[in-house]
């Protein structure tokens, strides 16, 4: 498997919007059918050549999820996955990094080492994520069935900002800071692992922010 694009018809992403449905609850379908809308309307933003790639890896994103936590721990077993310590206690990152793994398996000459990328990292993010992985990230967290605060305040704060920017990148990088920040305060406030990932992501979006021009 490499990078090269894929080429996505829309009886391939039938296809696996069927196939997904079998793993997931309803709850979670309606969840990850609304995810690809989103990946879709953020993709014509900013890729829209790649509108198909994103689909896939938002339907796939969460394949993994409807398993337990021991099912998790035993897919990695089975598969020679090696966790590490932070990782075995952090349910949102295991269905990840199974989910990415299960997607490679099964969804083969349906996904990319991207779309893969996007899949594994779609909880935490990562050092040096690509705009691709963001959307998925984004539209996971803003996505309209989420009615949680702190994703209707992200999901505003970027559709009131991306329509009159110039700069349309800078609105996405401000929107994913704004969202690590929520994710590490309410850890934090809760005693709860942060993965080393996420503080690396948010570097790398204030990293880009400060050097966008
Ligand atoms: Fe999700």
Redesign the pocket.
């Known amino acids: 498997m490499d990078n090269i694009k894929v080429n996505i018809s829309q009886n391939d992403i039938d296809y696996i919007s069927n196939k997904v449905k079998d793993y997931l609850s309803d709850r ?1 379908y309606i ?2 059918l609304s ?1 690809a809308d989103e990946a879709q309307a953020l993709g014509t933003i900013f890729i829209p050549e790649r509108i198909n790639e994103l689909k896939v890896a938002a339907l796939l ?2 394949v993994t ?1 409807n398993l337990t936590d021991d099912a998790q721990l035993k897919y990695c077993n089975d598969f020679g996955i090696i966790l590490d310590d932070y990782q075995i206690c952090s349910p949102d990152v295991l269905h990840a990094i199974t989910g990415a793994d299960f997607a490679k398996r099964n969804f083969t000459g349906y996904v990319n080492d991207e779309i893969i990328s996007a899949i594994r990292f ?2 935490t993010g990562h050092d040096r994520m690509t705009i691709f992985e963001a959307i998925i990230y984004l539209a ?1 967290y803003i996505e309209k069935t989420r009615k949680h605060d702190s994703c209707r305040m992200l999901r505003q704060y970027f559709y009131e900002h991306i329509e009159k920017a110039s700069d349309k990148l800078e609105i996405l990088y401000k929107t994913m800071i704004m969202s690590f920040d929520f994710t590490v305060r309410y850890l934090a406030d809760n005693q709860k692992y942060i993965d080393s990932d996420t503080i690396l992501a948010r570097n790398w979006f204030i990293y880009l922010l400060n050097h966008s021009n």
């Open positions: 979670r969840h990850t995810v994103h969460d999820k779609h909880t996971d």
